[in-house]
């Protein structure tokens, strides 16, 4: 009886390896695969009706073809939610509704339901991080991750166009300016970053660029993350980027990217910053760019 036991006891611990080998693959393949979805990411500002007209086109084609909005980052959500409602509807758009969780029903599984088979979900301007507060990890957030895979479009604009990355600028800096000196300097450790949505893992979003000259916080950013291509997104401006990591620019101005893979970064100890070589690319309408392989298309 004691032999048979032990032989017991090591077969259910080989089953238990076997299980944990089998989920650990799973999970593995799961997160490698590539999403047969796109983001729709707008830089602030006015928005063209071309362009919106674009949002609703490529969201008809997708499951329902049913556009959520998530205003949450408006500082007037409801007002927010039912104008991006109204204009959708206009653009023709059958089936719009708007939703402004909180964190306690984002955390709620039946409220995901709600966002199911959604052909397309657009995150409004305003604040990045009452969006991530939000949603960051809850069954809304795995609600939309599931539809980017299945390939509806996820769309934002300013603050909605910032949580789309891993690594999401915040709209903080921890030097205390006064009013009008905002991100006056490239140094290291200044800009404050939190965890994005991490819909694009390949890059960092910045917006209202050109406009609002943030030149200088998204240099200081990428200095210290040359894994990422910084993406700064002017006014009236989208990208769209395609399954395979590629993006188209539409839209009115610029859009500029900083690719710091092969420079040479070095910080002085007041966290001044040089950089030598890095490269630099100012894209409009109608060009591409391959975010794997770093170089205009």
Do not use: C
Request: aromatic residues 6%; charged residues 25%; proline residues 4%.
């Amino acid at each position: 009886m004691k032999l048979q036991h032990i032989i017991f006891k090591n077969i259910k611990f080989v089953l238990a390896l076997l299980l944990i080998f089998i989920a650990v693959s799973t999970s593995v393949i799961k997160a490698e695969a590539a999403p047969k979805g796109y983001l729709f990411i707008i830089g602030g500002g006015n928005r063209p009706e071309s362009m919106m007209q674009r949002f609703v086109d490529m969201a008809s084609r997708v499951n329902s073809g049913r556009i959520v909005v998530l205003p949450m980052a408006s500082a007037t959500p409801d007002e927010t939610g039912r104008n991006l409602v109204e204009e959708f509807k206009n653009l023709g758009a059958k089936d719009v509704a708007y939703y402004n969780f909180t964190r306690a029903e984002a955390e709620k599984y039946p409220n995901a339901r709600l966002l199911a088979e959604s052909g397309g979900i657009f995150f409004s301007g305003g604040v990045q991080t009452r969006i991530t507060e939000a949603i960051l990890d809850t069954p809304i957030h795995q609600m939309i991750k599931q539809l980017y895979e299945q390939g509806a479009v996820i769309g934002g604009t300013s603050a909605g166009a910032a949580v789309m990355s891993e690594l999401m600028i915040t709209g903080d800096e921890r030097r205390k300016p006064e009013e009008g000196h905002e991100f006056e300097t490239i140094e290291s450790g200044n800009i404050v970053l939190n965890r994005g949505l991490g819909l694009i893992k390949t890059a960092i979003i910045d917006q209202h660029f050109a406009t609002r000259k943030r030149h200088n916080r998204l240099i200081s950013v990428i200095a210290g993350h040359p894994e990422l291509v910084g993406v700064g997104i002017d006014e009236s401006t989208a990208i769209i980027v395609s399954p395979d990591q590629t993006f188209l620019v539409i839209g009115e101005k610029n859009v500029i990217i900083y690719d710091p893979s092969k420079a040479k970064v070095n910080i002085r100890n007041d966290r001044a910053i040089s950089i030598r070589g890095m490269i630099m690319h100012v894209l409009l309408d109608g060009e591409r760019y391959d975010l794997k392989k770093r170089r205009p298309l």
